[in-house]
């Protein structure tokens, strides 16, 4: 039994997994802020561009 509680204690394979899951969290708040920032500027652009082609 002991023997089971310090393989339990020395086992770090679930940390890692939070640490990647926390920074795929950050890369994704991070996303959503840049286009909810950049989305009106590029909506502009893309309207400006429409209405520039011909026969749009």
Not at 20 to 42: F, Q, R
């Amino acid at each position: 039994m002991k023997n089971l509680f310090t393989r339990f204690k020395d086992d770090d394979s679930g940390a890692t997994a939070i640490e990647y899951g926390l920074i795929a969290g950050l890369v994704s708040v991070l996303i959503v802020t840049a286009l909810v920032l950049l989305g009106p500027k590029l909506t502009a652009v893309f309207t400006s561009i429409t209405t520039a082609l011909p026969g749009a």
